[in-house]
């Protein structure tokens, strides 16, 4: 079971769909337990419970890509006119989401876990190891001074779906391509990571571009420890069944029937179609074999072979809905086709200026920095003060989500977990004794509301006109002077239930 974040023993359940999982139950006497053992300074009553409840959402997926900004990857500004253009008149551009830090895992890890940055998952882990000295810090915390790899005591989101008898699966592209270099049978860890650990491969090769620091399961012994958890854990193409293990499916076949379609369905790319590398090492999905261009003119390829799967699949139509995000926002960058540096070859002069890093180091909804580090941002791009991973922009699109809108509701990694829970009416457990773990249980923490469910009756509606409503800033207006559906005007200690209020989205 799980108490504030603390996992004090496991037993099976059976359901439909489900696995074995943990059993969440909540005693005076675990209750006080973990209070001696340092558990959190938030109290129960500080998760106040409130009117607003999201819509009966059935199946979620997740799509993690790498290092833009809001103005990298939404405005227009690079070779990705399907996530720019195309998708947002199917949803809801949330134009201010943030990271919580720098860089990739710390960002990873807090989406699943509500576990702040911490130096090493900041500098993405390159030895794979055990965090230490692993011991409870206050909210929920854990001290992590060295290390990457959680104790078995820390519960993740997927820990939740379990004791909820709600099916999940992590999908990782090109996974297990190179036998050897990752596991693929144990949640693709590079190794074992007791001791000194083990190497930890942070870039592409041409036959594997899977990356370690990418996949949120590989961090957690309370996943990666259990065979029936890793079994969650996927290649996105599926695997064929081996002497010692029975053939795994795909994203593409899981999609054939709701029945086969995980509640919960986390995707990470490669290192070349999720935009991280500027010239990918292998395949990019354009057709060319001589094409390696990366970025996001690689990631806009692979978003337009898996949404139209996803937006087709029965489970979509049944009450679906997919986010688009970030991980961490990088500047701005001009270089043409791929925003990973300063373009200065302009024939002004004036036009070579450098890129403002300031909006990439920057935090929201009062992001705390945790008992590791004083700067989540690890003072990234030569900023000195680095509270957060920056704006990244987020899109969702689901039937309980008019097409074309716009939020610029603060939300951040934390109140991206915090949704998850609150979707899947995960309620006992967690930091705050009502679900919600780490950082994502802080008081005042705002949950997606009905600014993002914002068609609650969930009736089908036509895609918006396209560049409607002010969805895209590169032909007329910037965001900060477009239009929004809803700004960000609750303040106080009250904020978080007014906001979510009948009415309170405008």
């Not at 819509?55 to 996530?83: C, R």
């Not at 290390?147 to 989101?157: A, D, E, K, M, R």
């Not at 036998?179 to 090769?205: F, H, L, M, Q």
């Not at 012994?221 to 064929?240: K, M, N, W, Y």
Request: hydrophobic share 30%; with cysteine; aromatic share 8%.
């Amino acid at each position: 079971m799980t108490i504030r974040g603390i996992r004090l023993g496991r037993r099976g359940t059976t359901g439909k769909g489900a696995r074995p999982g943990t059993v969440a139950t909540l005693t005076a006497t675990a209750l006080a337990a973990t209070a001696l053992v340092g558990g959190s300074s938030v109290s129960p009553a500080a998760a106040e419970s409130h009117t607003f409840r999201p819509p009966k959402i059935k199946h979620v997926w997740v799509i993690m890509l790498e290092n833009k900004s809001y103005e990298a990857a939404f405005t227009g500004l690079n070779q990705n006119s399907y996530l720019w253009k195309t998708l947002p008149q199917y949803g809801e551009l949330l134009r201010q989401y943030y990271g919580t830090g720098h860089y990739s895992l710390d960002n990873y890890i807090s989406a699943v876990s509500g576990q702040a940055p911490a130096p090493d998952t900041q500098a993405d882990c390159a030895q794979y190891k055990d965090v230490s000295p692993g011991t409870p810090a206050p909210d929920g915390q854990v001290h992590a001074t060295h290390g990457c790899v959680y104790p078995n005591s820390v519960y993740t989101l997927f820990n939740q779906l379990d004791d909820k008898n709600l099916s999940w699966k992590a999908y990782m592209q090109d996974l297990g391509n190179t036998p050897g270099r990752e596991d693929v049978n144990r949640c693709g860890i590079p190794g074992d990571p007791s001791g000194d650990g083990v190497p930890a491969p942070g870039g592409a090769t041409a036959q594997d571009q899977y990356v370690v620091k990418h996949n949120p399961t590989a961090w957690f012994h309370s996943l990666i420890d259990d065979p029936q958890e890793c079994a969650q854990v996927a290649p996105l193409d599926g695997r064929a069944a081996t002497a010692d293990h029975a053939a795994v499916s795909g994203l593409a076949e899981d999609l054939k029937s709701a029945d086969t379609t995980p509640a919960f369905s986390w995707i990470t790319p490669n290192n070349c179609s999720d935009a991280h590398d500027t010239t990918c090492k292998g395949d990019n999905l354009s057709g060319d074999p001589n094409n390696h261009q990366g970025g996001l003119y690689a990631s806009d390829r692979f978003l337009e072979k898996v949404i139209p799967q996803i937006m087709a699949s029965p489970a979509f139509q049944d009450g679906g809905m997919i986010d688009i995000t970030f991980d961490e926002a990088f500047p701005p960058y001009k270089m043409y086709g791929n925003s990973s540096s300063d373009y200065t070859g302009n024939q002004d002069p004036k036009l070579n200026t450098p890129t403002d890093t300031a909006q990439s180091v920057v935090a929201c909804c009062n992001e705390l920095p945790g008992p590791n580090t004083s700067q989540p941002g690890a003072q990234a791009f030569g900023q000195d003060t680095t509270p957060g991973g920056g704006i990244t922009g987020s899109l969702l699109i689901s039937r309980y989500i008019k097409p074309g809108t716009i939020s610029d509701q603060p939300y951040n990694h934390y109140s991206f977990l915090r949704s998850m829970e609150d979707l899947f009416r995960i309620d006992q457990g967690g930091t705050d004794g009502h679900g919600h773990l780490g950082y994502a249980a802080m008081p005042g923490l705002r949950p997606f509301g009905p600014d993002v469910y914002n068609n609650p009756g969930g009736k089908a509606m036509q895609p918006a006109a396209l560049g409607s409503n002010g969805v895209y800033s590169a032909t007329g207006q910037q965001p900060q002077d477009q239009p929004a559906e809803v700004e960000p005007d609750f303040t106080g200690p009250a904020a978080a239930n007014d906001s979510l209020l009948q009415g309170a989205g405008k």
